[in-house]
């Protein structure tokens, strides 16, 4: 995702107005915490629930950990400013945009996690997923304002990408229905655009207001919504995928950078230290709970077997009284998995 700009906030977490307070309780809390360490920063997390296995892209690397016990089993090298992973078991295969310099996506082998190849892609390669329905890897191109897709069996050596879609505003996250269409935030445009991957052509636009500056993506394919995480104004935007309109907006923490789909319920990991956790009742769609996490948990994964969510961050070095306001730097070695689910009353 792009650089965030939300680390001007305060360390602390912001309580959601009218939202429950962040205290322990029953429903969803943080459960344990996985010290990890390396260097680099951190951006997407990968869930290999089977395997329990997470994938977590740190700038110019991208560490494979146990889930379980917090070990580093794997670390992929070879990447400028890493973003995102997708896994193909079938193919035993991972895939992971680098938006640095001319762009890239490593292919690598899922038991050795050997890097096969490196396809060229465009300036700032930044989500990807993958449509099994498709069979096909789907990534965006922030600066260069494209879809980008290929088939996973492509050859990591030689191999090329499809001609990229014109979007028509800067991407930043996607979701794909297993329809042939795909869903992909506009940040700049504050817009959703709808593109028919069989056509490869965008066939609609959607304003996500009253949000802004969308960025996390969750599909409920059930439903047919989606939920959208937008920083300015924070909003989680809850949208129809059937004609675009907006049946929710509700109010989330400072520098979203995820929202996932789980159990039934959404979450959206706030860079402000809070996960926040929307349901329905009655039809209605409300904030259902805000738990405490630690500050710059703003990206996560989901494990719907077990019922986890894994948010990456880090301790932060506190901020020099009377100094200029700038991101928060983070500790060296601190890195950590911070795990949440559910607790008993």
């Not at 504050?190 to 609609?204: E, H, N, S, Y």
Request: hydrophobic content about 40%.
């Amino acid at each position: 995702m792009r650089p965030l700009r939300m680390v001007a906030l305060a360390l602390p977490a912001i309580l959601l107005a009218g939202a429950i307070s962040m205290q322990a309780q029953a429903g969803w809390n943080v459960t344990k915490t996985l010290h990890i360490g390396g260097e680099g920063g951190w951006d997407y997390v990968t869930v290999d629930a089977r395997n329990h296995r997470l994938f977590v892209t740190r700038s110019t690397h991208t560490q494979v950990i146990d889930s379980e016990t917090g070990k580093v089993i794997g670390d992929i090298p070879g990447q400028v400013r890493s973003h995102g992973t997708v896994i193909v078991p079938r193919l035993n295969r991972g895939f992971i945009t680098d938006g640095g310099g001319s762009g890239a996506i490593l292919v690598f082998d899922l038991q050795t996690y050997a890097v096969l190849g490196k396809l060229a892609t465009m300036p700032d390669s930044d989500g990807i997923i993958y449509d099994r329905t498709m069979d096909l890897v789907l990534a965006v191109s922030g600066d260069g304002n494209k879809l980008m897709t290929f088939k996973p069996d492509i050859d990591p050596a030689n191999g090329k990408i499809d001609p990229p879609i014109e979007l028509g505003g800067a991407p930043e996250f996607l979701a794909a229905d297993g329809d042939g269409k795909a869903y992909v935030n506009l940040e700049d445009k504050d817009m959703v655009a709808v593109v028919d991957l069989k056509t490869r052509q965008v066939t609609a636009r959607w304003p996500v207001a009253p949000g802004g500056h969308p960025v996390g993506m969750a599909l409920d394919r059930k439903n047919h919504l989606l939920f959208i995480g937008c920083r300015r104004p924070q909003k989680m935007i809850v949208m129809s995928t059937i004609d675009g309109k907006v049946v929710a907006d509700l109010p989330i923490g400072a520098g979203v950078d995820a929202t996932k789909v789980m159990d039934g319920l959404a979450f959206a990991s706030c860079g402000d230290g809070s996960l926040v956790v929307v349901g329905e009742k009655n039809g209605k769609y409300e904030v259902e709970q805000v738990v405490k996490t630690p500050a710059g948990a703003r990206t996560m994964g989901v494990d719907a077997r077990t019922h986890t969510i894994y948010l990456p961050t880090a301790e932060f070095e506190p901020p020099t009284p009377g100094a200029p306001q700038r991101r928060p730097r983070f500790k060296p070695d601190t890195f950590m998995i911070v795990e949440a689910g559910q607790t008993a009353p």
